[in-house]
């Protein structure tokens, strides 16, 4: 199974990415699945229906999020009705919405679990004990042809745990959240593929996709100065191509993306 993952949508230039790349990408590289996290979406602070939409539009078939989820309220009535947007799996039990998906690809599944790190970030449940519940139910290879994790937390030292953590039990860990692909990307001895961030699609002409005077001027002054808004030069489309054996549905192929906008472009070479 060959799977496109992208790193958080920041804003405008992040979608726009998103429309423009992701159908090319789909095509030239017969990808079965797409997933990415849209935490940001809208204007750097959560997701709305309309969104979503527009992402599904442009050939996108799951959506992750993280600690942005809830930004924009009406996601809260949404999220429930949208079994294709995830939220953090790890965050309290009656909290709206779900926490993974059983997604069909083909003749085949693929499950999209969705987690959130607790260094630096929110108090929540263990992310590892509610993977190891959630992998009980769904085991690699017998009765899921894929698993993708998207690990939304903060700690490089946290996401590496968790990579090691599930290897062999799933086809990929990948994280989101800090907006910068990290350069790790590698199969885990036991066979999940695994890096640290998959980066923002957004431009790079900001502070992780925020205007960068006002980011720069928060640091160097220590007052909350105005609202922040997202930088709104070209986005680039980070993201990591994953291939699948589909007998074991561990990794095959990792390989990062990036597309557009300021950052060196990399495509898989197939
Ligand atoms: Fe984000
Ligand atoms: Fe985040």
Redesign the pocket.
């Known amino acids: 199974m060959k799977i496109l993952f992208c790193g958080?949508v920041m804003g405008r230039p992040g979608r726009d990415a998103v429309t423009k790349y992701v159908p090319q990408l789909r095509r030239d590289l017969g990808i079965d699945l797409v997933i990415v996290n849209a935490?940001?979406a809208a204007g750097g602070f959560g997701l709305t229906e309309r969104l979503c939409g527009e992402l599904y539009d442009s050939g996108v078939d799951v959506l992750t999020t993280?600690n942005?989820v809830w930004d924009q309220r009406e996601i809260i009535p949404y999220i429930g009705r949208d079994p294709c947007v995830l939220r953090p799996a790890n965050f309290p039990k009656a909290t709206p919405g779900a926490g993974w998906r059983l997604h069909p690809v083909g003749p085949r599944n693929a499950l999209v679990v969705n987690l959130m790190g607790r260094l630096f970030m929110e108090a929540l449940d263990d992310p590892f004990a509610r993977l190891d519940e959630i992998l009980g139910e769904h085991r690699l290879g017998e009765n899921v042809s894929a698993i993708v994790v998207d690990f939304h937390a903060e700690a490089t030292s946290e996401k590496m745990a968790l990579g090691h953590f599930a290897d062999g039990r799933v086809s990929a860990v990948f994280g989101?959240?800090s907006?910068v692909p990290t350069a790790d990307w590698q199969i885990l001895p036991g066979g999940t593929a695994y890096q640290t961030d998959a980066g923002?699609c957004g431009d790079y002409d900001s502070v992780i996709g925020l205007q960068k005077e006002p980011a720069v001027r928060r640091f160097v002054t220590k007052m909350p100065g105005e609202r922040p808004h997202v930088a709104e030069g070209e986005g680039t489309l980070c993201g990591i191509f994953l291939e699948t054996d589909n007998h074991t549905g561990l990794a095959r192929t990792i390989e990062p993306i990036r597309v557009g906008g300021r950052l060196a472009p990399h495509l898989p070479q197939l």
């Open positions: 958080d935490e940001n993280g942005h989101t959240h907006h923002m």
